[in-house]
Nanobody
Framework: QVDLVESGGGLVQPGNSLRLSCTAS???????MAWFRQAPGKEREFVAAIRWSGGNIRYSDSVKDRCTIAGDKAKNTVNLDLNNLKPEDTTVYYC?????????????????????WGQGTQVTVSS
């Protein structure tokens, strides 16, 4: 488990863009990092992930056409660029990291593929 610090959330108008950032502190080595989101009363939903080994990237179907995940392995940071935001994107976004071992590709999109979680950052899309 590592400490994850998220930033970039806030209020944006529909159609605008937002960048969420996450950094694993303490000099920890991460094998993969990801973003999930969770609305009240619903399960945690996968958004995007990156596995440093091979640079494997995964997106959920709901955001793949308007989302970009990228980061800096050396800095243990990951950014999530959300474009053309919609009201239904409103929820809390959580950063996740795996510092135990490289997850298999199928595990990249699952919460159990990660052992560290940030506190979450609120994204609100409204006029």
């Amino acid at each position: 488990q590592v400490d994850l610090v998220e930033s970039g959330g806030g209020l944006v108008q529909p159609g605008n863009s937002l960048r969420l950032s996450c950094t694993a502190s303490g000099g920890a080595f991460t094998y993969a990092m990801a973003w999930f989101r969770q609305a009240p009363g619903k399960e945690r939903e996968f958004v995007a992930a990156i596995r440093w080994s091979g640079g494997n990237i995964r997106y959920s179907d709901s955001v793949k056409d308007r989302c970009t995940i990228a980061g800096d392995k050396a800095k243990n940071t990951v950014n999530l660029d959300l474009n053309n935001l919609k009201p239904e994107d409103t929820t809390v976004y959580y950063c996740a990291a795996n510092n135990r071992g490289r997850p298999v590709l199928t595990a990249m999109t699952l919460p159990q593929g990660y052992n560290s979680w940030g506190q979450g950052t609120q994204v609100t899309v409204s006029s």
